[in-house]
């Protein structure tokens, strides 16, 4: 099932697209964010993700999060809301975003 053009389908999932896209500390660090609120404004998200990046920084590793499939963009007003695609996450990889979530930090941190 295709989301939208700017989302891959379920079916269109690859290990290593989703496994680069989670290689980044501050990717890890959205992804996790996102686990722990639901869903969030992009402002919010690098917020809670504890993030100090320039709002061109931030873009780029939502574009490429959501090219890879581990989140979801929609559009409401102004704002962008992300969230995760668990449930596509886990019918494809099943175990992996629980490993990436409930890895201790000490492991994730450069």
Do not use: Y
Not at 7 to 18: G, Q, S
Not at 39 to 61: K, M, Y
Not at 83 to 92: E, H, K, V
């Amino acid at each position: 099932m295709l989301i939208d053009e700017a989302h891959p389908a379920t079916a269109d999932l690859r290990l290593p697209k989703v496994l680069a896209a989670l290689a980044d500390p501050a990717r890890l660090l959205m992804v996790r964010a996102l686990n722990r609120v639901g869903e969030s404004s992009c402002t919010r998200l690098q917020q809670t993700a504890g993030l100090t990046i320039s709002r061109s920084t931030f873009s780029h590793h939502q574009r490429v999060l959501r090219e890879s499939g581990v989140i979801q963009v929609r559009v409401r007003g102004s704002q962008r809301i992300l969230s995760l695609r668990r449930d596509d996450l886990d019918a494809c990889f099943p175990g992996l975003l629980n490993a990436v979530l409930h890895t201790a930090s000490e492991f994730i941190e450069t």
